[in-house]
């Protein structure tokens, strides 16, 4: 791990957080979070503003943010932060486990080698924080995806051990529109896929706000409700042995 007592204002960590060019969610969400003494620079893997019309599209749009990573990666530890945080989670859950592990393995390798430092990866974080709630066996999972990405995400859930009850998308025409998705729209989402037979709520994608609103969805659902930026950001606090209790977002970071 690198020293940040160079630098002035992150005197606890300096995170990398690397997005898809497209993305403004994370870095205004992550702010939000941010505690005294901790700094985010914010680094884009370049994608084009896709337009995403079918399941096809969407593949292509995936497939661009994995080719996009490397270099992106590389960009970002010029930095020398002290961690990468992977500011977005389709890719990391594509192809279901096996495969998530493996592009893990791959970066964090290249980010210990070039910057000295671990990297958050949103599929493994899932799994940490899932594994907060041990009485969580059943899932009711909300994206911004395309069917194709959904079903990425079951397959990923049910490789770790949960089962996925009902998961529905936006299906939003591409990734900058992701970030345009209202909160009365997503709230219509997880009405959809909550019910009795659902321990817990979980979100997906990066680029839709849903920060403040799973705070919200948990007091009025009484159950768990994780969203996918709050789950990055608590395991690359809690990485880098940042124990603050963040009220205001959510369970995840107010009570593990």
Known sequence: MNSAAGDFYGYRRKFAVLVPSTNTAVETEYG???PEGVVLATRGCLIPPFKVETEDDFVNM?????????QG????????????????????????????????RKYNAIAREAGGCDITFGAQAVQDALAC??????????TPYMPVGDRMV????GDIGYRVVRI???CSPGPVEIAWESFAETRALVREVDGDDVDL?????????????????????????????AITFWHALRHNGIADRLRGFGSLLAEH
């Open 168 to 170: 529905k998308g936006h």
């Open 154 to 157: 079951t397959k990923f859930l």
């Open 32 to 34: 939000m979070m941010r």
């Open 201 to 229: 709520i979980l979100q997906a994608g990066t680029n839709l706000y849903f920060l403040e609103l799973a705070a919200q969805l948990e007091r009025e659902l009484g159950k768990p409700v994780l969203a996918i930026n």
């Open 62 to 70: 995936v497939k661009a943010i994995g080719n996009a990573t490397e």
């Open 73 to 104: 990666l590389r960009d970002a530890l010029t930095c020398k932060p002290d961690h990468v945080i992977f500011g977005y989670s389709a890719e990391t859950f594509w192809e279901g486990k096996e495969r998530s592990d493996r592009e893990f």
């Open 133 to 142: 709630y041990p009485g969580v066996k059943r899932i009711g999972v909300v």
